[in-house]
């Protein structure tokens, strides 16, 4: 079985100062909004609708960062073939509130101080989605 998920990196500029979103997961761990693909979305649309639901914020996509791809075994459905999609997200309005039965928190992070939360708590396979979003930001890790 295929499932397909999609989120982003979501990033804005306030005053002139570049800052990155991490959440906080329901098991404590540094990650990123997404969620799974409802029929008759597009993995844009699930992306954005994923980032609204879990970090209250409207959002717009820049670019493509990547996919990742596992697999993982369902009580029911058995082995299942998971793909994620990564996009660059620009925060265009909203109001930053964790939703959470999904989440723990939501915060806004200097670039910099985001990746090193990632690399210190974070699941290893988004360390290249977060470089891959920082690299689209003209920023090297």
């Keep these: 079985m295929k499932e397909i998920s999609a989120?982003?990196?979501?990033?804005r500029r306030e005053g002139g100062?570049?800052?990155?979103?991490?959440?906080?997961?329901?098991y404590g761990k540094i990650s990123l909004p997404k969620g799974k693909m409802e029929p008759g979305e597009t993995v844009e649309e699930t992306a954005l609708r994923e980032i609204a639901e879990e970090t209250g914020l409207q959002g717009m996509i820049v670019a493509p960062i990547d996919?990742?791809?596992?697999?993982y075994n369902h009580e029911s459905k058995g082995t299942v073939d998971?793909?994620?999609?990564?996009?660059?997200?620009?925060?265009?309005g909203g109001k930053l509130q964790a939703q959470v039965e999904e989440i723990r928190g939501v915060e806004w992070f200097e670039p910099?101080?985001?990746?090193?939360r990632q690399r210190q708590s974070g699941y290893s396979n988004n360390d290249q989605i977060l470089s891959g979003a920082l690299r689209l930001l003209g920023l090297e890790v």
């Design 67 to 71: 996919q990742i791809k596992y697999k």
């Design 112 to 116: 910099m101080e985001a990746w090193r």
């Design 7 to 11: 989120g982003g990196v979501v990033f």
């Design 17 to 26: 100062v570049l800052q990155v979103q991490l959440i906080q997961d329901r």
């Design 82 to 92: 998971k793909e994620v999609h990564y996009y660059l997200v620009e925060a265009i």
